[in-house]
């Protein structure tokens, strides 16, 4: 900086820093702030500061104080929670039990508990709640279920032990443990609220109180029939009431017969009560079929029927099971019925159904004089209707049988040869199943083969090979219609005939026929045209007869239907409609209902039943005063 400029500088900054420069160089006015009066007291301070309440002596002293209490507070609770004079805990409640860790099912389990009350304080409203397993019975009193013990043990002191003895009769299978729940529930003094602690016993029951053997072949060949049985016995228990038995069969097994026959469906049996050292046998009898060394497992269940459904066991008792190994048949036999191949098929009355059956030889033997039946059983099959061609029918006993004299290539079957036959036969017509009162309509037929096997140095062994073929058959459900006007349930008014442009009402009645079978969800549909109107009148009251006005759809929802006598209505409901004619229908014969359909199921073979009518129309021929002026419209 040059010397000139720093004396500009020096001399700024002493004009800058003199005192009263701007004072003397400018004249401003004088800058203030609103003064405020400040009080020297806080409102409401009383004369209490000036003694000294709040002075530094007195804060001291107030903090020493509350700093003690503090002290004294945390000490005394500590105390109390370590020392425990004053807290109740589930932990300081113990309870032992006492028992065995096994015990045969059916005997008399007793089982010691111990209660013992370690808090410092009574325990108060005890109780003992003991919960056993289902199937657990009273050990005085064997025919009554003992589901839950409770006891009131009253007040509980510190230090107090109690001791309580339980005895039950537990059941069920062997090799699997019952769970049973002991609690103890308790107040304390001062409060309503219920405590609780709770302790498992598990005990093994080591032996079931029924013995359970199955005996079956070790192997079937396939489409053979076969045997089994199933012996059940009780021992080491006073008895045992309301025993089921049920049986599981694998699939491709195929019922036949049972001793005694089941009581539900075919593999539940009701034994009742069982006595001691009682033995029952049930024998079954069925066909199997299966793939070739296929393993196949039939199971049997036995125990207590459950107390709400009588056809389930609720508390099994034992159970067994047992394989067979399955070995391909000596002789491949089928049979085709109507083109169907099931087991089991469903007919309607009066149809021909054409039956199949084949064989081959699946030995590598020869099979000589072989012979086909066909048994036929049931109560649905028109004699009338068997048709064999070759081949001989025994009406008396039902049979169709073939041989060589009717059939030349059963004489001798090579290995891997086969051949075939056929037959006819109908199901019997509805107005015949009615008339003969038959329910629930079925043929079942029974198809063998058997042959003797040629081997060398062996006489001969029989083979056989046998299958069953199941035909249910359809009730025969009918719709009867009619429209009347002068007779029937409601009063009907207009002209008659109907007149254009004025309002006539007829009744409308609707009619089931059912045959054979009982059916469920059962419907009719009708269908209002434009010129027809429904009116609210229905019999018998209560009848379930709905009208859409959308659609026009009249709905008669009847329900179950039972069988009846095919001639005879089951189901019978009236309702009544108006018909209002125009004139471009004059002289014309015009609906009142079209589209009628009605549908079902069959409860026997669980088919849909349904089927379509054409119309009701003004041609009422049921109508006792019927007059054929009343078919057409009326200018």
């Not at 009253?154 to 090799?175: C, D, Q, W, Y």
């Not at 459904?309 to 048949?329: D, H, K, N, W």
């Not at 036969?425 to 096997?453: E, G, H, M």
């Not at 089931?512 to 019999?539: A, C, I, K, Y």
């Amino acid at each position: 900086m040059s010397e000139q400029n720093k004396g500009l500088v020096e001399g700024l900054k002493e004009k800058l820093y003199k005192k009263g420069i701007f004072k003397a160089d400018v004249s401003r006015s004088r800058f203030s702030l609103p003064r405020t009066e400040v009080e020297t007291k806080w409102q409401g301070e009383t004369e209490q500061v000036s003694k000294g309440i709040l002075n530094p002596v007195f804060l001291k002293k107030f903090f020493i104080f509350a700093l003690l209490f503090f002290v004294l507070t945390i000490g005394a609770s500590a105390y109390l929670i370590w020392s425990g004079s004053n807290v109740v805990s589930a932990e300081n409640l113990d309870i032992i039990l006492k028992g065995p860790t096994s015990i045969k099912g059916g005997d008399e389990l007793s089982l010691g508990i111990v209660v013992s009350n370690n808090n410092a304080t009574t325990l108060e409203f005890v109780d003992l709640i003991v919960s056993f397993p289902m199937g657990t019975r009273e050990s005085a009193n064997l025919e009554k279920e003992l589901s839950r013990f409770r006891k009131n043990l009253g007040t509980l002191e510190r230090g107090e032990i109690v001791n309580e003895s339980i005895k039950a009769v537990l059941f069920g299978e062997a090799g699997k443990e019952q769970e049973v729940k002991v609690a103890v529930e308790y107040r304390t003094a001062g409060s309503n609220a219920i405590f609780e602690k709770t302790k498992i016993y598990d005990v093994l029951i080591s032996a079931s109180p029924l013995d359970i053997s199955l005996t079956i072949p070790e192997e079937i060949h396939a489409g053979n029939q076969t045997e089994f049985t199933a012996d059940i016995s009780v021992s080491g228990s006073s008895g045992l009431s309301n025993i089921l038995v049920k049986a599981e069969y694998p699939s491709g097994f195929q019922f036949k017969s049972a001793s005694p026959k089941p009581v539900f469906g075919n593999n539940v049996w009701d034994l009742g009560d069982l006595g001691r050292d009682s033995k029952r046998r049930i024998s079954i009898t069925g066909i199997l079929d299966g793939q070739d060394n296929e393993k196949k497992l039939f199971k049997i269940i036995a125990g207590t029927a459950k107390a709400d459904r009588e056809s389930e066991i609720g508390v099994p008792y034992g159970s067994t099971f047992a394989t067979v190994l399955m070995r391909r048949s000596f002789v491949d036999l089928a049979t085709v019925l109507s083109g169907q191949i099931e087991n089991e098929i469903i007919s309607d009355p009066e149809r021909t159904l054409r039956g199949d059956i084949s064989w081959t030889n699946n030995l590598p033997d020869k099979l000589l004089n072989s012979t086909v039946n066909v048994h036929f059983t049931g109560n649905a099959l028109d004699q009338a209707s068997v048709s064999v061609g070759k081949g001989s029918y025994q009406s008396l006993s039902n049979i169709i049988t073939w041989t060589r004299q009717h059939e030349p290539s059963l004489a001798i079957i090579e290995p891997a040869g086969s051949g075939s036959v056929n037959f006819d036969f109908s199901t019997l017509p509805s107005f015949k199943l009615s008339l003969l009162s038959v329910r629930n309509p079925y043929i079942q037929a029974d198809i063998s083969f058997d042959a003797t096997r040629v081997v060398e140095g062996n006489p001969g062994e029989i083979v056989h090979t046998a299958l069953t073929k199941m035909i249910r058959v359809n009730s025969h459900i009918e719709l009867l219609t009619k429209a009347l006007y002068s007779s029937g349930t409601f009063v009907n008014t207009g002209p008659m005939p109907p007149r254009a442009n004025q309002e006539t009402t007829y009744t409308i009645v609707w009619s089931l026929v059912n045959t054979s079978n009982d059916l469920d969800g059962v419907t009719v549909r009708g269908l209002l045209p434009s010129h027809s109107r429904f009116l609210t009148n229905v019999s018998p009251l209560g009848a379930d007869i709905k009208y859409d006005n959308t659609t026009g759809i009249v709905t008669w929802n009847v329900g179950r239907v039972e069988a009846g006598i095919s001639i005879i209505p089951v189901r019978e409901a009236s309702f009544q409609i108006s018909l209002l004619p125009s004139i471009p229908q004059v002289n014309q014969t015009i609906p009142l209902v079209t589209n009628m359909s009605y549908q079902g199921r069959d409860l026997f073979t669980g088919s849909n039943l349904e089927n379509n009518l054409a119309l009701i129309d003004m041609r009422i021929t049921s109508d006792p005063n019927f007059k054929e002026e009343w078919t057409k419209v009326s200018p």
